[in-house]
């Protein structure tokens, strides 16, 4: 499709960079988190490819990690990513028009994983306490491929503590 476009990937992501820049911030005016055990925590997205569409102080690490990435390199995430993107906007009281469109955005070249009772037994049976659900469904999608990730991304303390006990390499690009 970009072919027919006449425009190269690295073009139309500058093009969406420069839209980007362009947008207004939304604060955010609700805690996502209010029982998180840091309290600079309470208002932090788990999620971590919201940072791609939200500005934050993370994002421009986080991309530029992700720029830095091996060509074929495979990123995966949870199916629940696209529902929290969305109900995050939504409650940032961004346009519900513009919200599928972030909520691709966040999501592009990103390989998304079915929660199933599978994902959700395993869910289930994770021992850390702090651990939230939403976070418990996230780390119970990338169980099964600890072994062969090479970084888990994440912003939320309990979720990167709970995945260092399982083994899996974590990273928050900042």
Known sequence: MLARAGLTREEVVLLLDGLAGLCVPVGFDFQWRPVASDPNDDLVVTCAALKLVKPERETAALRAWRAALPPGTELVTSELARLEIARTLLRARVDPQRVPFFTEQALQSLYLLDVTRVVLARAVAFQAERLGSLDAIHLASAEP??????????????????????????RAPA
């Not at 090479?150 to 390499?169: I, K, N, Q, R, W």
């Open 145 to 170: 491929f600890r072994t062969e990730l090479t970084d888990f991304v994440t912003y939320d303390l309990e979720l990167s503590a709970a995945a260092s006990d399982l083994g899996m390499p974590v």
